[in-house]
């Protein structure tokens, strides 16, 4: 195992993180308040409250996840996209490197990054809303799960983005909508009983279900199915990543 | 004879769309020197190196470096090389000395900044080592290139066309790096399509054309076997035209009113003797007699011709 290829992946890309700060964690940070001023304040006090808890805590795990989730994809994506775009892939491929660990100091990077940003907008939370999390080891171990999960996605999406324009689609055409429709802003319960039935095919609904559960002890769907949910969605990308790189796809002609 | 470090043996690469840049090339590269690959545009130098770094899948054929397979032993093979690629592929916002530490890293070697030290300074880089690299120059930009690729203390480094684009000041700049490293003791193995470079660097030559290796050999002997030699005649006189008693001997008239005799040095009879005879039996008066040999890029442009000559009349077969 090159374990300092892997930390020289890491450090590199974390590196990119702290140069472009404003951007990278600035950009988040801001647009959770202004979720928090829109939803939590404006809109929410006319909301009173859902399934007994204020409506601006309600939100706070779909917003963390909204951002997460976009955060996770869009860097990983750039990481592994960005030396396609700039050539520099090719010491990647020439390197004494497996599939594995250029994929771990990627992925552990954007993870990361996510996980940062996810933290510091849950701290930020605390300002605006009264809030208890009632399983806090969930919470991180759901948090972590997803960062790393939906970087392996990105990962993946960035391999097979040929241009800037395919990098972005997945994630605006795609992953958004799933997010907003996943009940990051409401409860399944809220709905027609049809559109609650369209709703279990949306993956992020379990994510957002069982990561508003570790806070507010409150589920749209039981536990157990959103933790087998991500892990195989985390499974799945795996999968796919080993057989990129097995079969040099998009990378090795 | 130095040991093979660098064993090809039958690589072919055939891409996804049938078109075949490899044809079962076999090539043995020694420790320690320079060896020269010369090829038109197309020929297939960038897929032969690719194909030993791990860039491009090879489709058959085998790759040993230092005794390590690039197929079934890669980490041991590819640690053993730099690579420097053509195009000037850089982060640009990075900054110089940590683009190098990355180098370092991601081939498993332990940090040693005495060692990153030493390379930059080599390259002429130490005082830019801060700056970020789209504050470089394009000379420069070439430079980081190579200190990333010797990061990781290769023993052997392919440079793909390492001077294309390049001002002569630089080219012959980059010239002195490179001898510089073989000093130290790097095989070096660089593409170019420029003769001169392979003319004033390299111990051996290949010629690559429609991804066959046309020929392998000591530049020395290439161009001694394969040499024309020039002979220029200067008279007291210049002349507009060859004398009637110089009629018979293949002589050009060249604008200045020299003549010029071209001969094959390694042939049994030059014709110089029975020349230089008939020149003093019509009674002319010699000047001035200079020989020159043809350059590599002759010799060359001959080859390829040929080859592409011989191509073309197998296709025209029935």
Redo the contacts between chains.
Sequence with gaps: M?L??I???F??EM??TF?TLGQSVVSPVLTTSLYFVVFGAAIGSRIQEVEGVSYGAFIVPGLIMLTVLQQAISNASFGIY??KF???I????????SFLEVTAGYVLAAATKALMIGLIILATSFFFVDLNIAHPVWMVAFLVLTCLSFALFGFIIGIWAQNFEQLQMVPLLAVTPLVFLGGAFYSISMLPPAWQTVSLFNPVVYLISGFRWSFLGLADVPVGWSLLAITAFLIACLATVAWIFRS?WRL?? | MARTILEIRDLEKVYDGGFTALHAVSLDIREGEIFALLGPNGAGKTTLIGTICGLVQPSGGRVTVAGHDTATEYRAARSLIGLVPQEVNLEPFEKVINTVRFSRGLFGKPRNEALIEHVLRQLSLWDKRDSQIRALSGGMKRRVLIAKALAHEPRILFLDEPTAGVDVELRRDMWEVVRGLKEDGVTIILTTHYIEEAEAMADRVGVITRGRLLLVEDKDALMSRLGRKELVIELREPLKAVPDELAGHGLEVLGDGRLLFTYDTQAERTGITRLLAAVQASGLHLRDVETRTSSLEEIFVGLVTEENGADQSGEAAP
């Design positions: 090159n300092r290829a930390a020289a992946i450090r590199f590196s990119r140069r960005f030396p700039v050539g520099t090719y010491e990647l491929l020439s390197a004494p490197v040099g090795r002609p």
